[in-house]
């Protein structure tokens, strides 16, 4: 699974999951265990289109998250500069990194998709890097 990661920045986190059969299932996700780092806020978004939502097209400077699709799946496309990869994202327990310098998007989304995400910091719109152009030249990529 480890090897399901191609990009810099990121990595996969697996949180215990207990099966109460036809009760369901929980999920757990703690600060500083499964979560490695303190997490300072948790958002989650809902109600995406499937056939037009598209989020993300941005990079952080210095936030770190960890990325959940709780239900439904979508697609999670990483690019640190150099290298590009997607990802599927249909496991409600297994999350994606999202450490600073790494360009992400969520896409293609399945009807009901809600995704929830931990974050290590309060919201700060100065920490985005919203232009792809900046990205690279600051990730020291491209010609
Ligand atoms: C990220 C991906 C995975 C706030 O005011 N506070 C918040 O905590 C957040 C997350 C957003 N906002 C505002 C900022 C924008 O005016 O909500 C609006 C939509 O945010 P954004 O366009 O950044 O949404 P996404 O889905 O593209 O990105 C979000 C997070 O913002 C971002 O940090 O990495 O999810």
């Known amino acids: ?15 215990p999951r207990i099966i109460d059969d ?13 979560i490695p780092f303190e997490i300072k ?4 978004i ?8 598209l989020r993300g097209k941005h990079a952080h400077r210095k936030l770190r998250q960890v990325i959940f699709c709780i239900n ?5 496309t990483l690019d640190d500069g150099k290298t590009q990869q997607e990802i599927l994202m249909r496991e409600d327990n297994v999350g994606i990194i999202l450490d600073p310098m790494l360009w992400h998007t969520m896409k293609d989304f399945s009807s ?9 910091d309060y919201y700060n ?15 020291g990529g491209g010609l």
Do not use: H, W
């Not at 806020?41 to 989650?44: D, E, K, T």
């Not at 809902?46 to 939502?53: E, G, H």
């Not at 439904?72 to 999670?76: E, P, V, Y």
């Not at 009901?112 to 974050?119: D, M, P, R, T």
């Open 41 to 44: 806020r948790v958002y989650y």
């Open 46 to 53: 809902n109600n995406l289109d499937p056939k037009s939502s």
């Open 1 to 15: 699974m480890t090897d399901l990661i191609k990009v810099k920045n990121s990595g996969i986190v697996t949180l």
């Open 125 to 139: 719109e100065a920490d985005y890097i919203r232009d792809y152009d900046e990205f690279i030249k600051l990730a």
């Open 72 to 76: 439904g799946c979508f697609t999670l």
């Open 112 to 120: 009901g998709c809600v995704l929830l995400i931990a974050a290590s």
């Open 22 to 34: 036809r009760d369901g299932a929980l999920c757990i996700m703690n600060s500083l265990q499964e």
